[in-house]
Every structure is written in C-alpha cells, then in structure tokens.
C-alpha cells in the first residue's frame, strides 16, 4: 500500500513538474515570436531580457513567466525601448503589486498609457488619482510638439511617485525570508 501511495505522489510531482515547464516554455516562445514580429523595436537582445526578467524575479514576488510575458505585451506596443522598456517593466510590477493583480494586466494599462499618453492615462487616474491640471498640460504640450518621451517622463513621474517600489517590498519580512532560496 505505501508503494501506492509513493508512486501516486511521484506521479503528481511530475505531472506538476511538466506543467510548470509546459507553462514556462509557453512564455519564451511568445517573447520570441513577439520579438521576430516587431523586428526587435525593442533595443534589448533576447538574454538581456532574460537577465532583466531574472532580475525581477529576485526582487519581487513574481514568477518568471508572469515577467516575460508582461515583457511580450510592452514589445508589442512598439515604441516602448530602451530606458523606456525598462521603467515600463519594473513600474508594472510595481502597479501589479499596488493592484494585486497580475504583471500582463498592469503592463497592458502601463503600455497603453505610454504608448497614447494624452488618452491613456485615463484609466491610470482611476486607480492612483487625478493628475493635476499643469502635469495634464505638460503631457498635452509635449505631445503637441512632438517630444513623446516628455510626455512619458510626466506619467512616469506620477507612477513612480505614488507605487514606485511596492512590487519590491512585497518580497520583504516572512515572505522574503521564506521565499529567498527561488
């Protein structure tokens, strides 16, 4: 009977085993048909993602997947790159953590809101508060001459200042400890 038992929880350790790598592979092969597609607009080679995403992982209470497909839906908004793609990254972490919810629900209202800024930070404005009338002027004045990044900088500005650094102190106290073998 206990030989039963030890084979019935070795087949769900594998079983659960497989799935888990079913569900990573699933994550990096979506990072890389989302990178083929946009040509890589992104600026970042597939390791350096792999190494930002590792980073993540380490200091928040996200999984790998969960960051590399937040990283697939900011790709796919196309003209987040570089520093932007960054801070896009970690700052929806840190709205996932502020939320509770998940990184590819954050980076979708992140990227929508970087991506239009004028439009896309309505929905930002439910969850973190009005922005003021000269933070919305300096978004609408940056966009009307052109300077996107400004107008990214202002909405950055009001993230970062209201949730900047919830998703890395989730990951502290008991859960921290427990947890800093992952």
Same mark, same amino acid.
Request: avoid cysteine.
């Given at each position: 009977?206990?030989? +039963?038992?030890?084979?019935?929880?070795?087949?769900?350790?594998?079983?659960?085993?497989?799935?888990?790598?079913?569900?990573?592979?699933?994550?990096?092969?979506?990072?890389?048909?989302? +990178?083929?597609?946009?040509?890589?607009?992104?600026?970042?080679?597939?390791?350096?993602?792999?190494?930002?995403?590792?980073?993540?992982?380490?200091?928040?209470?996200?999984?790998?997947?969960?960051?590399?497909?937040?990283?697939?839906?900011?790709?796919?908004?196309?003209?987040?790159?570089?520093?932007?793609?960054?801070?896009?990254?970690?700052?929806?972490?840190?709205?996932?953590?502020?939320?509770?919810?998940?990184?590819?629900?954050?980076?979708?209202?992140?990227?929508?809101?970087?991506?239009?800024?004028?439009?896309?930070?309505?929905?930002?404005?439910?969850? +973190?508060?009005?922005?003021?009338?000269?933070?919305?002027?300096?978004?609408?004045?940056?966009?009307?001459?052109?300077?996107?990044?400004?107008?990214?900088?202002?909405?950055?500005?009001?993230?970062?200042?209201?949730?900047?650094?919830?998703?890395?102190?989730?990951?502290?106290?008991?859960?921290?400890?427990?947890?800093?073998?992952?």
């Amino acid at each position: 009977f206990s030989a +039963l038992v030890a084979t019935a929880g070795l087949t769900q350790l594998v079983t659960e085993a497989v799935k888990a790598a079913s569900i990573a592979e699933q994550s990096s092969n979506r990072l890389d048909a989302v +990178l083929r597609a946009t040509g890589n607009t992104v600026g970042f080679t597939r390791d350096q993602l792999d190494s930002m995403a590792d980073s993540l992982v380490r200091a928040t209470t996200f999984d790998d997947e969960g960051i590399r497909d937040a990283q697939s839906t900011l790709i796919k908004f196309g003209g987040l790159h570089g520093e932007v793609f960054e801070r896009a990254l970690k700052v929806s972490a840190d709205y996932a953590a502020f939320t509770g919810g998940e990184m590819t629900e954050a980076a979708q209202l992140i990227g929508k809101a970087l991506a239009d800024p004028i439009r896309g930070v309505t929905a930002l404005e439910r969850q +973190l508060g009005t922005l003021t009338a000269a933070q919305k002027e300096q978004i609408e004045t940056a966009i009307a001459a052109g300077k996107t990044a400004e107008a990214q900088a202002v909405i950055f500005e009001k993230l970062e200042s209201a949730i900047g650094g919830t998703a890395g102190r989730m990951n502290t106290g008991i859960y921290g400890a427990t947890t800093a073998a992952k």
